[in-house]
């Protein structure tokens, strides 16, 4: 039995993309966050999420914590510990560089 469509002239969302916002996206750079976010731990020490945020000048935490979470995926930051976050009050991950701040590979 067919269901009838409901949006029929709907399409996705990622179909409908701004040729701006692609750009945008495009000129990201990731990677330069991530050396930023490195060399910020290595030196000022094991920060949380929100440190680096603030340190680095960041607005939004999503400029952030996509890039620890790779770098940690990637072995090259862990978890060195959790603490209370001042702003949110809640228990939250401290960040170090791994062979600098304990932990080796």
Known sequence: MNQPT?????????HRVHDN???AWRSIDTDERKKAIVELLKEQGP?????I???LGYEEMNAVRPRVT???KANVLFETGRKKCST???RVRVNG???VHG???
């Open 47 to 51: 920060l949380t999420d929100r440190e």
């Open 21 to 23: 916002s692609r750009e």
């Open 97 to 99: 560089v791994r062979g």
């Open 88 to 90: 949110t009050k809640k």
């Open 70 to 72: 790779e770098l940690t």
């Open 6 to 14: 409901l949006f029929p002239h709907h399409k996705h969302a990622r």
């Open 53 to 55: 945020k603030d340190r």
């Open 103 to 105: 932990r080796m590979m």
